[in-house]
């Protein structure tokens, strides 16, 4: 069963605006993972935060992570065309390393040039 | 670093026919995984490698399915007596785990994935 939710599903914007994509999961966890997936191919691996962090930077995307709310959120500044694609929140519940993660139903963004 | 790598890329094949898949990981890795995902849903979790040894299959592994690691490197995942539900992206990722004092949080990288159709 999965495990993340994301919200919204979709999301249209333009470009050089802000994205927002949030996560809710249900159990603890050691860490959570987003990766970006773009149609037809693989995923790849933006940012993971750990359970005792609570923010994380990497270029243009910022991760929050609340895990008294079991919610994370992704932030991804002056969007660019080339950032639409599909975005997915992952959790791993194991001993560390990723292990069995456990992946949401994922969001599409469109960014319009 | 050349990446996960999936081969082949796309596979037909007609129902009841067997099917194998092949993924190659980041060659210091030490754990394989492997995830299938339907049109508009996230990845879902099959089985995992730690080297050659199989620690974990999910509840969606059926009989028909059987993934193998035979020297921890490469790894195969065969489907027997294919259905039409069985059609999907199935995708393998790698990463690396360590036995240190505490606990490294390391991410999966994916490979490309093969996406199997069966008619």
């Known amino acids: 069963s999965q495990q993340g939710e994301e919200d919204p599903q979709a999301l249209s914007i333009q470009e050089g605006e802000n994205a927002t994509m949030n996560c809710s999961y249900k159990t603890s966890i050691n860490n959570l993972q987003w990766y970006r997936q773009n149609s037809g191919r693989g995923l790849v691996h933006l940012i993971l935060?750990?359970?005792?962090?609570r923010e994380k930077h990497s270029g243009r995307l910022r991760v929050t992570l609340d895990t008294s709310k079991k919610s994370s959120s992704l932030l991804i500044t002056a969007s660019r065309a080339a950032d639409t694609a599909s975005y997915f929140c992952a959790t791993d519940r194991g001993q560390g390393g990723s292990e069995k993660l456990v992946f949401g139903k994922g969001m599409k963004l469109t960014v319009n040039p | 670093d050349t990446g996960v790598s999936q081969n082949p890329r796309h596979k037909i094949t007609k129902r009841g026919q067997n099917v194998t898949f092949r993924c190659d990981p980041i060659?210091?890795?030490?754990?394989l995984y492997w995830y299938r995902q339907t049109l508009g849903q996230g990845p879902e979790f099959l089985t995992y490698f730690q080297n050659e040894a199989q620690l974990e299959k999910s509840r969606l592994l059926s009989d028909r399915f059987s993934a193998e690691r035979p020297k921890g490197s490469f790894s195969t995942l065969e489907i027997q007596r294919t259905e039409q539900g069985d059609s999907a992206m199935y995708l393998c990722?790698?990463?690396?785990?360590?036995?240190?004092?505490?606990?490294?949080?390391?991410?999966?990288?994916f490979g490309q994935g093969t996406r199997l159709t069966v008619v």
């Open positions: 935060i750990r359970s005792n962090e």
């Open positions: 990722a790698s990463s690396r785990w360590f036995w240190p004092v505490g606990r490294i949080d390391t991410e999966a990288f």
């Open positions: 060659s210091e890795h030490n754990r």
